[in-house]
């Protein structure tokens, strides 16, 4: 059975796209701007961020998951 493709764009389906697009460019650079203090954090300090080595991981693949969906989304039709 084929999937129907459905339309649902965010100017569709969003009463107020402009401010919709601004908060997720302002999320995408807030996303970006952790993951750059991140890195230089534990540039500056290595030896303290080891023990958290995981949670940084898995928070610097979350951030960029935001910033890939940013973009992957946001193409035009």
């Known amino acids: 059975m084929p999937v129907k493709k459905t339309e649902t764009t965010p100017a569709k389906s969003v009463p107020d796209a402009a401010t919709y697009q601004a908060n997720r460019r302002y999320m995408a650079w807030a996303s970006l701007g952790v993951i750059m203090l991140t890195t230089v954090a534990v540039l500056m300090s290595p030896s303290r961020y080891e023990?958290?080595?995981?949670?940084?991981?898995?928070?610097?693949?979350?951030?960029?998951?935001?910033?890939?969906?940013?973009?992957?989304?946001a193409h035009k039709r």
């Open 51 to 73: 023990s958290a080595e995981s949670v940084l991981i898995m928070l610097i693949g979350a951030l960029s998951g935001v910033i890939a969906s940013y973009f992957g989304f």
